[in-house]
């Protein structure tokens, strides 16, 4: 597969700048893969189309205020975006980066903590020694800001909205840059109607980094080096999504990201084995003509062109199943990309 088989047209008007509210008032366009069919409805609607007994698989991974500012010695000014924590170092993109330089140190807007430039790696990241030594998180919430997506615009930066919405309303463990969107529709309300009609929910954690946003560069899906993202799935979760399959339920990947924590675990899920607990790096990349193991259903956005997140929802349905479903959202007017609207791939 090409980078080019992944491209489509999208008018920038359809990207969605605002989320809607309520949360699950947005649109959701629901694709049969079994007919190709497409059916247009509403987020709220997704309960006609899960059954009693399916698991939805949720990340609860909570954004953190990852983007900050500092400036080097010479008054250069520098944005910067929190990435991970390794060993008392962070892990940074800065910009600009052209001119730093290792040993160099910048000094942070809020409270004036320095940061050491210990190593330059791809794509304007750097590692970074924090004086005096600072644990991240805690920092962040003090003196960072929600980190939007490039293709969100605000003038200012982000508005109080985008706090909470920029959001899922089950977020529980802070480590993502960027969120797991296709969570974003759900309200507490609909969650808890979908667990009286008997569908179950579980949690795993993939902290979603900022490679989500990165377009494909090589000419060859097998050529492009995807991108690493910490995740994090219980004994007690596997064991509950084995006992769905046991019973003929079905397990729903909410997002691209849950599906990655999934397809992650190297061995198939109700296969008659008991699995332990999973955790790490992954740098699974999807694209057809993959084998699904893990994942019978597909809650998804809208995602970017020639983006390894199309790819991966080409895999699961067809290409030209996709590309359709893509081209009637646009001339249906859907809303696109992380405020926008939802697919459901059955």
């Known amino acids: 597969m090409r980078r080019a088989d992944l491209h489509y047209e999208l008018p920038p008007e359809l990207i969605a700048q605002q989320p809607v509210t309520p949360r699950d008032s947005s649109r959701l366009l629901v694709l049969d893969r079994a007919t190709g069919q497409r059916v247009h409805r509403t987020f709220r609607d997704l309960g006609e189309y899960l059954q009693p007994g399916d698991c939805l698989v949720l990340n609860d991974t909570r954004v953190i205020p990852a983007r900050f500012a500092c400036c080097r010695q010479s008054g250069g000014r520098i944005e910067a975006l929190f990435l991970h924590e390794s060993g008392g170092e962070w892990h940074l993109l800065l910009k600009p980066t052209r001119r730093l330089a290792v040993g160099e140190f910048l000094v942070c807007d809020g409270d004036g903590l320095r940061l050491e430039l210990v190593r330059r790696l791809e794509r304007g990241e750097w590692v970074a020694r924090p004086v005096p030594e600072t644990e991240p998180v805690p920092w962040l919430e003090r003196v960072g800001e929600t980190p939007l997506p490039p293709y969100i615009q605000r003038a200012q930066g982000p508005d109080a909205e985008d706090v909470t919405r920029y959001q899922t309303v089950y977020a529980q463990r802070a480590g993502a840059v960027a969120a797991p969107t296709a969570g974003l529709h759900f309200t507490p309300e609909l969650l808890g109607e979908l667990e009286q009609a008997g569908v179950r929910r579980v949690q795993a954690t993939l902290h979603v980094g900022a490679g989500t946003f990165q377009p494909i560069t090589a000419e060859r899906l097998t050529d492009h080096q995807m991108h690493a993202e910490w995740f994090d799935i219980s004994a007690e979760v596997l064991a509950t999504l084995a006992a769905t399959r046991a019973a003929g339920g079905r397990i729903v990947a909410v997002g691209?990201?849950?599906?990655?924590?999934?397809?992650?675990?190297?061995?198939?899920?109700?296969?008659?084995?008991?699995?332990?607990?999973?955790?790490?790096w992954t740098e699974i990349f999807i694209y057809p003509p993959y084998q699904f193991r893990n994942v019978d259903v597909l809650l998804t956005n809208f995602h970017l062109p020639e983006s390894t997140l199309l790819a991966l929802i080409m895999a699961l349905a067809t290409p030209e199943q996709i590309r359709a479903a893509y081209a009637d959202a646009v001339a249906q007017r859907y809303r696109f990309y992380s405020y926008g609207d939802a697919m459901l791939i059955v």
């Open 256 to 280: 691209t990201t849950a599906t990655r924590v999934l397809e992650s675990i190297d061995a198939t899920i109700g296969g008659g084995t008991e699995l332990a607990a999973r955790q790490g």
